[in-house]
């Protein structure tokens, strides 16, 4: 790694100091190399993700002879990348990791030509798993010094980096299929007879294509919930018809439909479930209904 080399010699940008001329005279020449390079490095500073400017930007600084010189706050943002790396590099952290590679695309970002801090921020990224964030930056480094002795070795790098970046899909792939697995699995197993209170009786079915659940009694007064899982969540809609004879709210048989949310335990084997009870059956007009609509809200299935 080439921390702590952070010396000039492939830096090239920052505008020197341009001659007064006269504004007409100056409007009719040409823009030295110079001063394209310093509207050029103005313009990347607005969009550090142009990287065809920032290309350009290097092609013309290797062209200068003597090289623009290298500004103070790109020095001290790659000195502090360097102390972070150093930091990270004791305590494996990945966080600090990223603030070097942050640290170092500040100093390549005010100083462009400057082949070290792409380097080094190329081996910061690399050790985060931003493989193609790694690459670019490694790309530049050889753009930036065409003649380096290395050049070979990080051409090196970045085919191990590609392959790096290959392998780590391929495992967050599998990691995915297994979970994917697990999941179907799991909502599987909720398949089959499930119980409220004991007593009354539902069946369960889910279709892990659809990622839909249905769960309903086949008593007299039926009573469904269909909707769709998502993670441990259930969403979706009720019917329930019941029979309020003899009892106080004396509302006779009442079909009650509306909306639910519904959770399931970790474990499977308890579903709860919160109903959306509608207003037009009396259950909030009706001061005697009141108490049996809240009791109506919330629902507890077991798993059998």
Known sequence: MRLGQFGLGFSMIVASTICAIPARAQQASAASPREQLAHYVADLRKNPSDDALRERIIKLGLTLDPKPAVPDDAVIAAAKGKTIFT????????????????????????????ADYYFNQGAALEKVGQFDDAIRALNFYLMAAPNAA???????????????????????????????????????????????GGSSRFMLEVDVTSSSVKLASAAEFPEEYQGTI?????????????????????LGVVQLKGTFLGTISGDGQTISIEKSIPSQHGFVEVPSCRSLGEALKNETFQKQ
């Open 230 to 250: 998502s993670g441990r969540e259930i969403e979706g809609t009720y019917t329930h018809t019941m029979d309020f004879h003899g009892q106080i709210c004396g």
């Open 87 to 114: 930091h990270a590099a004791k305590t494996g952290s990945k966080d600090d990791l990223k603030a070097a590679a942050d640290a170092f695309a500040k100093a390549s970002l005010l100083a462009p030509g400057v």
């Open 150 to 196: 290395d050049a070979s070795e990080v051409r090196g790098r970045i085919e191990g980096i590609k392959y790096e970046k290959d392998s780590a899909a391929e495992l967050s792939q599998q990691k995915a299929q297994a979970a994917q697995k697990s999941e179907q699995q799991f909502f599987l197993g909720l398949s089959g007879p499930w119980t409220r």
